[in-house]
């Protein structure tokens, strides 16, 4: 069973250091396949750092898991409702009559 645990570390180290390792050299952009990297291997530092009781090890690594979460949730697509204006794009200029009956104009 020790075995299962250190093999967790070793992935963990290996999966993160690849992903550093891709993104610094440009092989690859810090994107869903380097988060998903850095999750998996602060999911298997957590395992391993918990086996040897290194728990700062395991707090920095709940962190970068975290980190790493959140990071995916934004990175998903926005799904936009039928019908509903997207709210990022740019905004219509509406021009409003006044009481004289002329349209005032926009520059």
């Not at 990297?37 to 290194?54: D, R, V, W, Y």
């Not at 975290?66 to 697509?77: E, G, Y």
């Amino acid at each position: 069973m020790e075995l299962l645990f250190e093999a967790a570390g070793w992935a963990g180290a290996a999966a993160i250091l690849g992903a550093f390792l891709s993104v610094s050299m440009g092989w690859l952009k810090a994107g869903r396949a380097f988060q998903t990297a850095n999750l998996l291997g602060a999911c298997a530092f957590i395992i391993n750092g918990a086996f040897h009781e290194a728990w700062p090890s395991v707090v920095t690594n709940i962190a970068w898991f975290l980190i790493s979460a959140v990071a995916l949730i934004r990175l998903r697509p926005v799904r936009r409702m039928p019908g509903v204006p997207d709210p990022t794009g740019p905004l219509p200029i509406v021009s409003a009559s006044s009481d004289s009956g002329a349209a005032d104009t926009c520059p």
